[in-house]
């Protein structure tokens, strides 16, 4: 009988390599993903470096990169705002620097324009009477799609002129 539990299995530098390496083709990865993965693997201290540098080297990993193509995907296909979409970064571990260049790159036009969109189709559903309900009720869901509160007000105004 099979208990719930995975068997660890431990690799040695060479495959390791081999199976970051794949691991990062698959999906765009941050540091501290292929980090994790690595110490699953087995592999720690000097060998964990020489690997994450290996892929550095080679191209198989690149924060900057990571980071473009995690706003974007947030962004364009969970409809996120820029405020959820920082702290995803965060969680994984892109630096700062890095985060704020991926956050500017998107369109600002595009980005009020998504709020706009989300906030008409929110507004259709919302099913209360009362004007201040239903304002407050559609201001915290922007909220915790996380878009920023000035920005979400700038647009309800908009909409009621």
């Keep these: 009988m099979k208990s719930g539990k995975q068997e660890v299995v431990y690799l040695d530098k060479k495959q390791a390599l081999a199976k970051a390496e794949h691991f990062c083709v698959y999906q765009e990865r941050s540091q501290k993903e292929v980090r994790y993965k ?18 550095i080297v080679n191209n198989f990993l ?43 790159s998107m369109d600002d036009d595009d980005y009020e324009r998504t709020l706009r969109h989300i906030a008409e189709k929110k507004s259709e559903t919302l099913t209360e009477k009362d004007k201040n309900k239903r304002k407050y009720k559609l201001i915290t869901y922007l909220q915790s799609r996380g878009f920023e509160l000035d920005l979400i007000y700038s647009v309800l105004k908009q909409d009621t002129n």
Excluded: H, M, T
């Design 38 to 55: 690595l110490v699953e693997w087995g592999i720690r201290g000097d060998e964990l470096e020489e690997i994450l540098a290996e892929l």
């Design 62 to 104: 690149n924060e900057e990169r990571f980071a473009k193509i995690y706003v974007s995907g947030k962004f364009n296909i969970k409809k996120w705002g820029r405020i959820k979409i920082k702290q995803g970064l965060k969680l994984k571990g892109v630096p700062e620097r890095i985060l704020q260049k991926a956050l500017y």
